[in-house]
């Protein structure tokens, strides 16, 4: 996690030194995607598909990616409404991470369980090199890299529009 905390501190270096506006980096831990998805009854094979359609969520509104997950990729709509019971949660760290620790099937799954602790560790160190804690967004439909990303992913968001005079 110590890397990670590393990149996360030097993209919020890069961009207050750029001075590109109000900006936000979100993170997630893809083992908890996949705890989320066994939690909620989602076949293993149907994983990664199912973490595209949640990749959307940012561009596109919940019943729009609902609707793709029954329609196009055949889950049911419990299964769906599951997942969005879950994914749909993002804020501070130290909120996100309090309020999971109180779901107990959260907890009982391995894989929720592994991410979250690695989530715990890397907002520890984030903490430790002075990361404004509302620079993060604990986002948990962040689910970009399907194909490589095996652990912490993040990515910096723009707030405010960056206006240039030329």
Known sequence: ??????CIK?????LTALEV??????????????????M???PAD?????????????????????????????LTPEVADAIG????????PSDVISQLK??????????AKEGLDSMELLVKYCNLMGINESTLNFDLSLARGLDYY??????????????LVI
């Open 1 to 6: 996690m110590l890397p990670d905390a590393e």
């Open 85 to 92: 019971g879950h994914i749909r949660l993002s804020g501070t």
């Open 102 to 111: 109180t779901r107990e099937d959260f907890l009982k799954n391995k894989n």
């Open 40 to 42: 909620c009854g989602v």
């Open 150 to 163: 095996t652990g912490i992913i993040y990515e910096a968001v723009l707030l405010s529009k960056l206006i």
């Open 10 to 14: 030097i993209v919020e270096e890069i």
């Open 46 to 74: 149907k994983f990664r598909t199912i973490c595209s359609s949640v990749d959307k969520l940012d561009k596109t509104f919940w019943e729009d990616v609902r609707t793709e997950m029954i329609d196009e990729k055949g």
């Open 21 to 38: 506006g109000e900006f936000q980096i979100k993170i997630n831990h893809r083992k908890i995607l996949d705890g989320v998805f066994e």
